[in-house]
């Protein structure tokens, strides 16, 4: 807060609409932000807060509008006249180049170079090696993006922008990714970078976040402005209301688990990934009838491995996977689901829907060559579609219509899809990865609801997330995954979030006890 | 959605007329009077129709035989291939097999189909089993097929002596319409009063067109009605769905690969017992395949969409030649046409920005193609 | 002696197939490190080789020829461009259409040109490319038969190191390399993604034209309508072979050069092998150490996808 110069607006974003065709994802919003302060920029999935910055980086132009950079008028028509005005973006899904190494990354569009358009590769490491020291944001400048951490990835997109000389950071949801401790590293780097000078926006949706870093918060909902809000004088309910305009309860109702035996047990299971490295190292994990056992972890500890291994997409090296004590291990898919066991894919654009299938194809993606959605090989489309229509009713997706593309369908909808089909499969276990990625608000609960109701039918439910908030609300034990290997397994009621993200990090492993 | 598709597709033919056109002209022809020599060259006389029909068949075929693999995301460049060893094996049929009428020709493309498909399978199989790419697999198979056809045709029990061809098949083999009767006396004497008919049945024509437009219905049915095209089309579109909702996605990618190789298969064995009579010692690809891609484009990867596609291919190609016969022009102007209507097809953007301007230009409140 | 002049006769043979694909095949990786696939190689290699031989026979000069067909090999790139960069054609859909307009376009003008026939005049030998070599080394030692070779040879090679250079050690070549991979990246960094692209589909096309007159140049005399029928299309497996990098395409040329000197090798010796057995042979092996060696190959992550940015 005391960084903050009020007599400098750095940003001055005046009625900014922007339309896609006939879509108004902003209308008509203000903002301004003071040189030296975190602004916080709070909405839900699609209310329209990265369109803002989309614009404000030169990414959209704006339908109507002006933008003023510390008092100048400016038109800012792509991003070169964004990062020539010293504001820089660090976008949620990073835009790094993989298979670059670090210093590639950040000179790419600026590079160093000698004669004849040349790279100097030693003189671009130097000036990278001062920035990273000057700012605190320690990386190794040569090794590539593709073999560093997710926050070490964020360092290098911080890097990027202060390469250009940003003054402005904004940041896109910039912790979604990132375990409770890197969480409050980047707190704290964005506290040094408001010391020396800088101005951040963070785009988010994470009321806690807001209230820990920010001074002020700009509330966004369905493309309009809500209000500007100094983060002191609020709390997080009076946030989450201003973000979804209803009350909202963060906590999930259910019972206590009615827990029975053992229904899924995984024993020393070994699975590689794509490079042929071990991701899962002797894992093993028992699930119980009518529980919801989480497991937390940061993205790439082998979660998606696990979850590839157990459905039989991907080859299990060693150890057994049992479901209802009938060994399943490396069946296949198809054989796999028929022994009840239904999973809900962690990217649902990929693994779970046939985009440009209708609605009512993707309802029987499982199902398509029984009875009596076919027989003999020939398809009932009738039949197909009755169904369809049954589940859209019940599932509430929208829009009613099993003749519909799914690519044509919103994320909640989409995903609707999926929990309709794998629900429908009536499974004993149910694999829900990172089942409200992406979907807003009412989608979550809606979701939360429905896997809760499979606990409480007496199913069993294994939830995969990397958001803890999730896993702490849904689950009624929670497993720490850290690579490749289950470091604790708690009890729910037990856990909090200090233990949990020092699990996650890797904190537990020396005292690991058998 | 769908009128879009076509109404795209009928202004890249326009495009494609005109530019062709504009190349004569370039030239030093008059497109007009090109254009017009064409026409008279494909609908002048009852013979052109059957010649254009003819020359279209093979490519309905290799056509659907691309369109098909496509729908299930893969790129058959080895239809040529597929072609060559499909007629080489009808011929072979044709040639040693003593087997009566009617018979005969269906063993024989029988063969060719499922000897195409076993070649296609190659490529199915490596792409699933090692991942290699179909296209460097179908590519080297096409060559690989042409060398080996040649090798068989130089056997010396197949090899008609002094010609660089083999036998011809066996009369029992044919599918030719009316064949026999056509040069026996009565329909001599027949023909002789019908000169509409006996021009229509002058050239070689054959049951392969009929056939041709059965296996489109047939194939259009398979991907419509069956599981089998349910789950080749969920490959086609997201294997990783496909494979995480169960089905098979190698066994598929076989499958698919030899469905197509039995398509360009039965092209083969449709031109080798209706038209050729003989597999000949081939210099270079024939192009049968390569066509094919450029009718499953234009058709928009429909298998019935094939059918006036590659009757529109047969006939610039058809109409085309004789171009060089009469005022001079190289035929390789309609070879240039056919890039030009891919090329626009390519671009549906251009034409959706192209049309817009147009609408805009009047004033007028008209729908502009999505 | 024997032995060793029949391996330079092999090398001979191995390097001289392999120059033309060698120049179309690293097209090949500059166009689609761009991520722009370009399957229309053959076409441009065509519209080259004719160019080339017309223009060398028209001027007697096999430079001027060889300039030209990478001028026409460049303007039928600049076509393929066009749809896919500007207009987010379908790379493979744009690439058959060249496949027919090259080939097709080739073959017109030279009737045109050549009073209806379907080849061009053959080059008087003094206006083929030059030999630097030439008579260097005493003739028939192993020697000569390895480095007699046309001048295009040796550019070829020093094109493979140049290509290197260009795309990991320069500034544009960072930039053709991360538009391939991460197109929105490059273009959040203010990278015009879009001419990145027209540039590396524009080289790949001068060099596939550059490869249609090493053989139309160098190898043969003259263009005619089988010279270069396929070897486009084994010019880009050779990429996929090679992983999309300089130095894999140029092994991957040369290994299908060796398959054909060996071939032309064993049909000179008189061992009563059919010369269509020989002929598969090249083709076979390939598909054999694709099988053994290299399996599944994924280009840039990118790689023909249609890229827009969403300005609007």
């Known amino acids: 807060m005391n960084n903050i110069d009020f007599n400098t607006k750095v940003i001055e974003m005046k009625n900014i609409t922007k339309k896609f065709g006939d879509f108004t994802a902003n209308d008509s919003i203000d903002l301004t932000v003071h040189k030296g302060e975190v602004h916080a920029l709070l909405g839900e999935n699609g209310a329209g807060k990265t369109t803002l910055m989309n614009v404000l980086y030169g990414l959209y132009e704006p339908t109507f509008g002006e933008i003023y950079i510390n008092g100048n008028r400016i038109e800012i028509k792509n991003p070169n006249v964004a990062i020539k005005n010293g504001i820089g973006m660090v976008h949620q899904h990073f835009m790094l180049v993989e298979t670059f190494t670090v210093v590639e990354n950040i000179i790419l569009g600026m590079e160093t170079t000698k004669s004849m358009g040349i790279i100097d590769m030693k003189k671009a490491t130097k000036e990278v090696e001062e920035i990273s020291k000057k700012y605190g944001l320690h990386v190794d400048p040569h090794v590539k993006i593709q073999d560093i951490s997710v926050g070490m990835q964020q360092r290098v997109e911080i890097l990027k922008a202060l390469y250009r000389g940003a003054d402005v950071l904004i940041l896109d949801e910039p912790t979604a990714v990132l375990t409770p401790q890197e969480i409050e590293e980047i707190i704290q780097i964005m506290k040094n970078l408001t010391k020396q000078g800088k101005t951040i926006i963070i785009i988010t949706h994470k009321l806690k976040e807001i209230k820990q870093s920010a001074d002020y918060c700009t509330i966004i909902r369905r493309g309009k402005k809500i209000d500007t809000v100094k983060v002191d004088e609020v709390t997080e309910e009076d946030l989450a209301s201003m973000m979804v305009g209803r009350e909202v309860s963060f906590k999930v109702d259910k019972k206590d688990a009615d827990v029975g035996e053992t229904i899924l047990n995984l024993d020393n299971l070994v699975i590689k990934d794509n490079r042929n490295l071990k991701a899962v190292k002797e894992l093993s994990l028992e699930l119980k009838r009518g529980e919801i056992l989480g497991i937390a972890g940061v993205d790439g500890n082998g979660q998606s491995e696990l979850i590839e291994g157990i459905t039989g997409l991907r080859p299990i090296e060693s150890g057994t996977v049992k479901l209802n004590n009938e060994n399943i291990t490396n069946l296949t898919p198809k054989e796999i689901i028929e022994k009840r066991l239904s999973n809900i894919p962690e990217d649902r654009q990929k693994r779970g829907l046939v985009l440009d299938f209708t609605v009512g194809e993707n309802i029987i993606l499982e199902n398509y060559h029984k009875e009596p959605f076919s027989s003999k090989g020939r398809l009932n489309h009738k039949k197909i579609s009755e169904y369809s229509k049954e589940l859209i009713e019940k599932f509430d997706i929208r829009p009613r219509n099993d003749k519909q593309m799914a690519r044509n369908l919103s994320g909640g909808n989409q995903q609707k899809i999926i929990l309709a089909r794998e629900i429908s499969n009536n499974p004993d276990v149910l694999i829900a990865a990172q089942p409200t990625r992406g979907l807003d608000v009412g989608a979550i609960e809606y979701v939360h609801k429905y896997l809760i109701e499979q606990r409480d039918k007496g199913k069993a439910v294994l939830l995969i997330s990397f958001e803890l908030d999730e896993i702490m609300n849904l689950s009624d034990r929670i497993a720490v995954i850290f690579d490749g290997k289950i470091v604790d397994i708690l009890d729910a009621k037990n856990a909090d979030e200090k233990t949990l993200g020092y699990l996650m990090a890797g904190g537990g492993v020396k005292n690991e006890t058998k | ?370 | 002696m024997k032995v060793l002049n029949d391996i330079g006769v092999i090398i001979g043979i191995t390097l001289m197939y392999a120059a033309p694909l060698i120049y179309t095949s690293l097209g090949g990786v500059i166009s689609e490190n761009s991520g722009v696939v370009n399957i229309g190689l053959e076409g441009m290699m065509t519209i080259g080789a004719f160019a080339g031989a017309a223009v060398g026979y028209f001027t007697k000069n096999p430079w001027l020829g060889f300039l030209a067909a990478g001028l026409a090999g460049g303007m039928l790139a600049l076509l393929h461009a066009i749809a896919c960069v500007t207009f987010t054609a379908d790379h493979v859909v744009s690439g058959i259409a060249i496949n027919f307009i090259g080939p097709g376009l080739a073959l017109f003008l030279c009737k045109m040109f050549f009073d209806g026939a379907a080849m061009t005049l053959p080059l008087d030998l003094d206006n083929k490319i030059p030999r630097p070599f030439n008579g260097v080394f005493p003739s028939n030692s192993f020697l000569n038969l390895v480095f007699n070779q046309y001048a295009t040879v040796y550019i070829a090679f020093i094109l493979v190191l140049i290509v290197w250079f260009l795309l990991y050690k320069t500034r544009l070549g960072l930039r053709i390399r991360s538009v391939g991979e991460h197109p929105r990246a490059a273009d959040t960094l203010g990278i015009n993604v879009y001419r990145v692209k027209y540039i590396a589909v524009i080289l790949s096309g001068i060099f596939a034209g550059f490869g249609g007159a090493a053989m139309s140049l160098a190898v043969v005399s003259n263009y005619r309508i089988t010279l270069i029928s396929g070897q486009g299309f084994i010019a880009l497996a050779a990429m996929i072979f090679g992983k999309w990098k300089p130095q894999g395409a140029m092994w991957g040329c040369l290994l299908f050069g060796a398959a054909q000197g060996l071939t032309v090798y064993l049909g000179g010796a008189g061992l009563g092998i059919s010369s269509q057995i020989l002929a598969m042979v090249p083709y076979l092996i390939t598909l054999l150490v694709l099988m053994v060696f290299v399996g599944e190959s994924n280009g840039p992550a990118a790689n023909g996808l249609q890229y827009e940015n969403d300005k609007n």
């Not at chain 2, 129709?49 to 995301?73: E, N, Q």
């Not at chain 2, 909702?245 to 190698?250: A, C, E, L, Q, V």
């Not at chain 2, 038209?275 to 270079?284: F, K, M, N, P």
């Not at chain 2, 959706?352 to 147009?358: E, G, L, P, R, V």
């Open chain 2, 1 to 370: 959605m769908k009128q879009n598709k076509f109404m795209i597709t009928l202004i890249s033919i326009m495009f494609g007329l005109i530019i062709g056109g504009v190349v004569l002209l370039i030239a030093g022809f008059n497109p007009i009077e090109a254009y017009g020599i064409m026409l008279k060259g494909v609908f002048g006389n009852p013979k052109y129709i059957s010649w254009t029909i003819i020359r279209s068949t093979p490519l309905i075929l290799t056509g659907m035989s691309v369109a098909f693999a496509f729908r299930t995301g893969l790129f058959n460049i080895g239809a040529e291939g597929q072609f060559i060893i499909g007629s080489l094996v009808a011929t072979l049929v044709g040639y040693f097999f003593k087997l009566p009428p009617v018979i005969h020709p269906i063993v024989a493309i029988l063969a060719g189909c499922l000897a195409a498909a076993l070649w296609a399978g190659i490529a199915g199989l490596l792409k699933s089993k090692f991942g290699i790419n179909e296209v460097i697999t179908t590519i080297m198979l096409n060559w690989t097929a042409l060398y080996f056809s040649n090798y068989v045709v130089f056997w010396d029990k197949f090899k008609r002596p002094n010609r660089d061809a083999s036998q011809k098949i066996l009369e029992s083999a044919s599918i030719n319409i009316l064949g026999k009767w056509k040069t026996s006396e009565a329909g001599k004497a027949f023909l002789k009063t019908n000169t509409f008919l006996k021009d229509l049945l002058n050239p070689p024509l054959n049951y392969g067109f009929i056939i041709a437009i059965l296996v489109a219905i047939l194939i259009l049915y398979i991907l419509k009605h069956t599981t089998l095209g349910y789950q080749l089309k969920a490959v086609g579109h997201n294997k990783y769905a496909a494979e995480y909702g169960g089905i098979n996605i190698k066994k598929n990618i076989i499958v698919s690969m030899m469905i197509a190789g039995a398509l360009s298969g039965l092209a083969g064995a449709t031109q080798v017992l209706g038209v050729s009579r003989e597999t000949a010692i081939l210099a270079a690809m024939e192009g049968y395949g390569f066509d094919g891609i450029a009718v499953s484009l234009i058709a928009g990867n429909n298998p019935i969409a094939c059918i006036p596609a590659a009757l529109l291919f047969g006939g610039l190609k058809y109409g085309g030649g004789k171009l060089q016969s009469t005022i001079g022009a190289p035929l390789e102007v309609i070879n240039i046409t056919i890039g030009v209507i891919v090329f626009f097809i390519a671009m549906p953007k251009l034409i959706k920005m192209m049309t817009s301007f147009k609408v805009r230009k009047r004033g007028e409140k008209v729908e502009s193609i999505k």
